[in-house]
């Protein structure tokens, strides 16, 4: 049992390690004058369990087991943006091809709003 509570352990100190700022902010996009910075959703799950037992037949034995299970995800969720308007936030719906959907909005937005379309 102790070998799963030091594999636990581990593995949650090295998730700890790997959460930090950088992980949920990206690192900032500059285009055409107009900063992004990517969000981005974590999250992991983990479970660990064990067990031992003796026979009680006329066989002599024991046996035991342990496992550990785990799972994560990252979610694009939405971007920041800085331009010479200012600052928004513009969410990021569905899957990772939305992010890049969204880049290419904003950046459409901003070459406009540089050639002065008002179209927005």
């Given at each position: 049992m102790?070998?799963?509570?030091?594999?636990?352990?581990?593995?949650?100190?090295?998730?700890?390690?790997?959460?930090?700022?950088?992980?949920?902010?990206?690192?900032?996009?500059?285009?055409?004058?107009s900063?992004?910075?990517?969000?981005?959703?974590?999250?992991?799950?983990?479970?660990?369990?064990?067990?031992?037992?003796?026979?009680?037949?006329?066989?002599?034995?024991?046996?035991?087991?342990?496992g550990?299970?785990?799972?994560?995800?990252?979610?694009p969720?939405?971007?920041?943006?800085?331009?010479k308007?200012?600052?928004?936030?513009?969410?990021?719906?569905?899957?990772?091809?939305?992010?890049l959907?969204?880049?290419?909005?904003?950046?459409?937005?901003?070459?406009?709003?540089?050639?002065?379309?008002?179209s927005?």
């Amino acid at each position: 049992m102790q070998n799963v509570e030091d594999l636990l352990k581990t593995s949650m100190g090295e998730i700890e390690r790997m959460l930090n700022t950088k992980t949920v902010v990206g690192e900032p996009i500059t285009i055409e004058g107009s900063t992004l910075i990517p969000l981005v959703s974590v999250g992991f799950g983990f479970g660990a369990g064990g067990g031992s037992g003796t026979m009680k037949s006329g066989d002599a034995g024991e046996g035991s087991g342990m496992g550990t299970g785990g799972g994560g995800g990252v979610k694009p969720i939405a971007l920041v943006i800085i331009d010479k308007d200012g600052v928004r936030m513009e969410p990021i719906k569905g899957a990772a091809t939305s992010v890049l959907e969204k880049v290419a909005e904003v950046i459409g937005k901003t070459a406009r709003k540089g050639g002065n379309d008002s179209s927005d």
